[in-house]
């Protein structure tokens, strides 16, 4: 999808891959208490935002995988999921990227 005139530019791509990535960082913070509450809040609202737009493509079994695979950079051939096709995958990690970005107001 990037370059059909979505808006999702490469430097979009990136920053959702680095909040992906920074998933658990967040949930631990939030857990553990090693944050202000301000940005508690913060946080909760980014990590669900992204736990619901990845769920919306994926399925609430999938959202996690496909979070943590898109902060990794893992592909296909090393991915969790195991019950869709390459092609599959593909298509989907790209819509939750999308979805993700959509739903944190980083794209219309």
Known sequence: MKGQ?????????AL????????????EA???????ERTGMEYKYINLHMADAAAEIAGERLAPIYIDEIGTRTG????RVDCV??????EQ???VKINIAKKLHLLD
């Open 76 to 79: 296909y051939a090393h991915s």
């Open 5 to 13: 005139n979505t808006g999702y530019t490469e430097t979009l791509d």
């Open 85 to 90: 096709s390459e092609t599959t995958y593909k």
């Open 30 to 36: 939030m857990q553990g208490g090693s944050c202000t």
């Open 93 to 95: 990690k790209q819509s």
């Open 16 to 27: 959702v891959v680095a909040l992906c990535r920074d998933f658990e960082r967040r949930e």
